[in-house]
Structures are given as C-alpha cells and as structure tokens.
C-alpha cells in the first residue's frame, strides 16, 4: 500500500519506479495540490535510445498522466562533456554534427509516449544547448562556481568509484556535475520546473541542481529518483549478446523488439509488466502467479504490449502473430525480419549470420554453426563453408535462423 495522497507518488510507488525522493512529503503535497513541472535529461549519444531509457520515459509519462507538466531535455550542450558517472573511461567526444544527428533520431520516441503541445499539462521538449552554448565561463565560474566544493564533489559514489579505481577523471568530465546542476536551475527558471527525476546514479547530480536552487534562488526544488534495472541474473536492462535493443525500429525490428521482452526471464515478468506496460495492477498480479509453462502467455502478453506502448497497437500484434506462426507453424512469417545480400554472387553462411546479428565476427558465426545452432531453411547447417545463393531461394526468400528464437529472410539484394 503506497504511502503518498497524490496519484502522481502513488503510482510511481505502486509500480516500482521509486528509489530516491529528496523530500517524500513536501513534493508530495506539491503534487497531490496541482500541477508540477519535471524533467528528465538524455544525452544524444547515439542516433536512438535504447531499453535501458525506458524506465525514464515511463515516469515522464505517468507524470503527463496524472495531471502534470513533464519536460524531455535534449542534451545537445552536456552531451559535448559526457557524464562520467559510474564509468571507467572518459566518453567519446562527438562532433557538433553528430550531436545534431542524434538528437534528431532520439525525439522520435518521445511522440510516442508524451502528448507535447503547448496546455497546462502537455509535454515539452527542451535542449540546454540553448544556454550551455552562450555561457561566458568566466561570469559562469563567478556566478555559481562558488557554490561547489571540491570536498563535496570528491564524496559522490559516480566520483569516488572511478578514483577508487585509478582510472582518470578529466577536469572536462568533472565539469559535468556542475552543468546538470546548473541545468535544473535554468529549467527551474525558464519553465517553473521543480522536480528532476533520472536513476538512481544520477542522485548526486540532481542534489547538486537543489543545493544551487535553494542557494541562488532560495526555492525548494525536488529529486526523485528509479532503481537502476538489471534482469534477474544480472544482465544490463536494454542490452543483449547480439547489441542494444534500440527504440528506434530503423534499428531494431518492431518484431525483434517484441522477441526482446517475450525472451524474458520468469523472475522478471511481474515487475516488467509493472514498469512497462500500463496494464492494471491486479492483471499483473494474476499473470505473474502463473506456474510452469503458463508463464510463457504472460511473457507473450507482456511481448505485445510493451511493443504496443512503442510502436503501436497493430504493430505489436502483427509481431505476435509472426511470432506464433513460426514457432508454433513452422511456417516462415512474412513479418520476419528481413535482410538483402548478393544472392547472385553468392554470401558466405558466416558473412551471412553476422549480417542477420546473430553474431559480431565471423568466428562467433563459425563457433554456431559448430554447435549446430544455424539452420538455412528450417534445416540444420553443418557445413560452415556453405554459401547462400538463388538457388536455395524458397518464395522468394532464404530463411536463416539461430537456434529456436533468431529468425532472419534473406532477400536477394
């Protein structure tokens, strides 16, 4: 039973979402008495989000419907730095160019998920390089460097962890804590933002943003923050063996991307289904206590309706019925996933399995095809030599498959 009044705290509670809250009560009441504006920052450093950002985008989308004002912000300026915390090496810089690129293919998602638009309770989407970019370091420094301390900074886990390791923190990086915080209060300014919201190794970020708001402004600002998620044995939530599980379906397939939840572990299905699904509570607590095989039709369902929440109802349908004819027909779906290569020369079997992503090198392909995971047209491969061409075309397409679940049609190119 969720200890909060306001619906927004509630759901977030009763879903799994809360890790953090800086001030439980008052932002409580804040919210429980009318609308509140939050934010959630993402850097652009890559063309999509992946899986792992769900969680983020969920809680934007829970505030939007509970009656309140939630803001993306597009890291087009912190995204030059790159957030150090918890990582053992400094980030890849990235050109301004391909900042803008990125940036381009991350907002796609969020249309998804947020209404924006410009009523009381209509999502924004934000980019601090609109005041990042015309900072004057020297007035910056004057202005708001007197408000951290070394000392504190050198306390934070994203910090200390790096060091504990001998690995190199930049002054560039080190920097990064400073602009998020500064972030906040520009967001606090500009847009009556007061909650900032991110997982849980955002935490010493975020309280940066309150202690600056509360020291220049003299206004209570809020953190919240979610658990950082891995599956039940361990793995990073939005990676897999064979890559990220991008949002983006230039990226990764509608139906791959259904595959992604429905290989999910038994352990996970309850608290997945809670987190990313809107499903009601007490369905998800009817299908988590499936036993045996009956947990594999939650898995299913919970499949189809996280890719419903991304791509669309009648999307996610079709990727389960691709799925069900497959696996339980037999038959090669036309909703598969589908590659083209140069089926008149020829492409080699290996060539072929790294093209489809059922493996990063050629070695890991010959390793499979060994272990007699790859079979071309339903029919187990052995011979790692073999090279695909028009002559083992069937309706037009090769079907390539790794072990019971990877499935790719070969087009000719």
């Known amino acids: 039973m969720s200890q909060f009044k306001s619906d927004f705290l509630t759901i977030l509670s009763e879903r799994g979402f809360i890790h953090q809250i800086s001030d439980p009560e008052a932002l409580d009441a804040a919210a429980k008495a009318g609308s509140i504006t939050g934010y959630i920052g993402f850097d652009a450093t890559a063309t999509s989000l992946h899986a792992g950002s769900l969680v983020q985008i969920m809680m934007l989308r829970w505030m939007q419907k509970t009656g309140h004002k939630p803001i993306a912000l597009m890291g087009g300026g912190t995204t030059k730095i790159g957030d150090p915390s918890f990582k053992d090496e400094s980030r890849k810089m990235l050109s301004v160019e391909q900042i803008a690129t990125n940036l381009a293919g991350i907002k796609q998602v969020f249309t998804k998920f947020l209404t924006f638009g410009d009523g009381p309770t209509d999502a924004r989407m934000v980019n601090n390089a609109d005041w990042l970019d015309h900072l004057n370091y020297i007035d ?61 190794d955002q935490w010493g970020n975020i309280v940066n943003g309150i202690e600056l708001g509360r020291r220049c402004d003299q206004r209570q600002l809020f953190a919240l923050t979610s658990p950082l998620l891995t599956t039940s044995s361990g793995a990073k939530m939005g990676k897999t063996a064979s890559g990220a599980v991008w949002l983006n379906a ?38 988590g206590a ?37 696996f339980e027909e037999g038959q090669s779906a036309a909703g598969l996933p589908s590659i083209a290569l140069d089926l008149d020369a020829g492409t080699g079997l290996l060539a072929a399995c790294v093209a489809a992503g059922f493996a990063s090198s050629n070695g890991e392909a010959r390793r499979s095809v060994q272990g007699g995971a790859i079979k071309v047209n339903d029919q187990a491969v052995a011979d790692e030599k073999l090279v695909l061409n028009r002559a083992l075309l069937a309706d037009g397409v090769i079907k390539l498959s790794m072990g019971k679940k990877k499935h790719v049609l070969v087009k000719p190119a």
């Open 250 to 287: 230039d990226l990764l397939s509608p139906y791959d991307y259904w595959q992604y939840w429905r290989n999910s572990e038994d352990a996970d299905v309850t608290r997945f289904l809670k987190l990313y699904t809107e499903m009601p509570l007490a369905e998800i607590a009817r299908l």
């Open 140 to 200: 910056f420094l004057r202005d708001y460097g007197v408000h951290f301390t070394i000392n504190r900074m050198l306390s934070f886990d994203s910090v200390k962890l790096r060091l504990d390791r001998e690995q190199p923190l930049t002054f560039l990086e080190f920097n990064y804590m400073i602009l998020q915080g500064y972030d906040f209060l520009e967001l606090s300014r500009r847009h009556n933002c007061v909650l900032q919201m991110g997982g849980s």
């Open 290 to 326: 499936l036993g045996g095989s009956e947990i594999n039709e939650a898995k299913k369902i919970l499949a189809t309706e996280a890719t419903a929440m991304l791509h669309g109802r009648a999307v996610a349908e079709e990727a389960a019925e691709t799925a069900r004819r497959t």
